[in-house]
């Protein structure tokens, strides 16, 4: 069922703001130049490219019905995204159940799950390389063994990483005849040389994220957001200083007048030749916006990972890229990791999102905008994930969003203005969105209270959430809209009740 989008009576007021504010910024900016590289190595035996993959990866996806973000034509300082059409990929939900947090019930877990730790897909998903394995070996594999691993199961190595996060070696083979993704996992998983820990598909991902045309008339700025979660306010406490949040998303012009001095430092797993994606500029600039802008937090530092490469007008990533990005991101410090994107349940990445919550890392995640009949989107159903979910200017939930037991708070997701490359900036819409304002309120909560634990700052976002909807957690909002300053003063009384994380009996406010 196709889900009908409100729109906020100040939406004609909004879209007419962004072209007075882009064009008037394009004067202060002037003719920059943008960086079109994220500065970091290239890493792998062979080089990594955009992904192959097949068409549709989704509801919700780059390719979904819904049709979310499409670079589209651009006026003056002005990006304007043109939502497209593709058939709908399939989903399917295992069942599966895991241990979760205080506060919630258990939720559905990715494919693994149900088959004791295989890695073979469901049935019917499709979202991910036709033609590709990813497979963790151990790093004291010789590269003899390994090159006869090769040669007994026909693949060809395209790639192999190191992963800190795993203490292992994964592998990006090939298969060059037409044996199925499955047939060969299964035959991997079948050795019992000892050489194959695990494998799996190359899973596809998705930005989440919908713009919007956007006209070139007069207008006043709206950043609604910032009243909502009631960030004057939050600003006078902390301002998240030089916490480290790593975006791992497309590519982020780090020239944009926004961003000045906010890149700590980047890290490319595809084409440094490729431009900057309006999606990743966007997620940046809502979390650390400090110009014309008002970021949630403006004086925290952004660690750019870009893993997702342009197919077309959209952005994808694989299972691959977004494992080097969740690694290089914990091996540099990063608080706090964004992840504005999803896809199906993907055995490595839970690994590595374990091991890295497991150091204490924060991990936020966007639920996803595949609608209320969408089993649940990955990495935000992982258990180790703080799952995000969008509202718009009245509180009301933004109708593609996911639902689920696993969705812990709301943040603002619709009409969202944000930088887009070129100085440019967007309206934009999505749970992208609104992870990205969390990862920020996540830095406001660090800066102040630096010991926090993510179970703790899970538990906090949550108690002092502004609830919606049915009275308490509920499956459309979590918890409720994400509240920065009370988040904030519930760290004041002393560090012993901040962390906590028992969910107390929210009150309507």
């Known amino acids: ?40 190595p290239n890493i792998g035996s062979v080089p990594s490219s955009a992904p192959r993959g097949p068409g549709p990866m989704g509801p919700g ?24 059409r593709a058939p709908p990929g399939r989903f399917i939900d295992d069942g599966s159940v895991n241990d979760n947090y205080p506060g919630q019930r258990p939720q559905q877990q990715g494919p693994s799950a149900r088959r004791g730790g295989s890695g073979v897909p469901p049935a019917n998903e499709r979202r991910m390389l036709p033609d590709e394995v990813v497979v963790q070996v151990p790093n004291t594999l010789t590269p003899q063994r390994l090159t006869a691993l090769e ?14 996060l ?5 592998i990006r083979w090939r298969i060059p005849d037409r044996r199925s993704v499955s047939a060969v996992i299964r035959a991997l998983e079948a050795d019992t040389s000892g050489a194959i820990a695990f494998a799996q598909p190359n899973y596809l991902f998705a ?15 709206v950043q609604y957001a910032l009243a909502k979660m009631r960030l ?30 906010v890149i700590a430092g980047s890290f490319d797993t595809l084409d440094p030749a490729e431009k900057p994606h309006a999606h990743g500029t966007g997620i940046a600039g809502l979390i650390a916006a400090r110009a014309r802008l008002t970021g949630v937090a403006p004086e925290a530092r952004i660690l750019a990972v870009r893993t997702f490469g342009a197919s077309g007008s959209s952005a994808q990533a694989t299972t691959f890229n977004i494992l080097k990005g969740l690694d290089w991101s914990a091996a540099n410090g990063a608080r706090i990791i964004n992840m504005s994107f999803a896809g199906p349940g993907d055995p490595a990445i839970s690994r590595s999102l374990a091991a890295a919550a497991k150091k204490g890392v924060v991990l936020i995640a966007a639920a996803g905008n595949a609608g209320a009949s969408s089993p649940p989107l990955y990495p935000a159903a992982d258990p180790n994930v703080i799952a995000v979910t969008a509202t718009d200017s009245q509180d009301k ?3 593609p969003s996911n639902r689920g037991r696993h969705i812990a708070v709301a943040a ?61 957690r509920d499956d459309q909002f979590g918890a409720g809209l994400a509240d920065a300053y009370q988040a904030l003063m519930a760290l004041e009384p002393s560090a012993a009740t901040a962390s906590q994380t028992t969910i107390p009996v929210m009150q309507k406010r």
Not at 61 to 84: E, K, Q, S, T
Not at 151 to 164: K, P, V
């Open 1 to 40: 069922m196709r889900a009908t989008r409100r729109r906020p009576p100040f939406r004609p007021l909004l879209i007419a703001a962004v072209a007075a504010f882009s064009l008037a910024t394009l004067a202060d900016a002037g003719a920059q130049k943008m960086n079109t590289r994220g500065g970091g």
């Open 61 to 84: 996806g780059d390719f979904g019905p819904r049709g979310p973000y499409y670079g589209g034509a651009v006026i003056p300082g002005v990006l304007m995204g043109f939502p497209n």
């Open 151 to 164: 040669q007994r199961y026909n693949l060809t190595r395209l790639e192999q990483q190191s992963i800190q």
């Open 166 to 170: 795993s203490n292992s070696t994964m």
């Open 207 to 221: 930005l989440q994220q919908q713009s919007e045309p956007a006209k070139a008339t007069e207008g006043n700025v």
């Open 232 to 261: 004057a306010l939050a600003h006078k406490v902390t301002r998240g200083d030089n916490i480290l949040i790593a975006v791992i998303d497309s590519g982020i012009d780090v020239s944009h007048p926004e961003l000045a001095g």
């Open 397 to 399: 939930l933004f109708e």
């Open 412 to 472: 603002p997701g619709v009409d969202i203005l944000s930088p887009a490359p070129d100085a440019g900036y967007q309206v934009t819409s999505g749970t992208s969105m609104s992870a990205a304002e969390v990862s920020g309120v996540v830095a406001l909560m660090l800066a102040r209270q630096p010991s926090l634990t993510p179970a703790a700052v899970r538990g906090i976002l949550m108690a002092t959430a502004k609830d919606l909807g049915p009275r308490g």
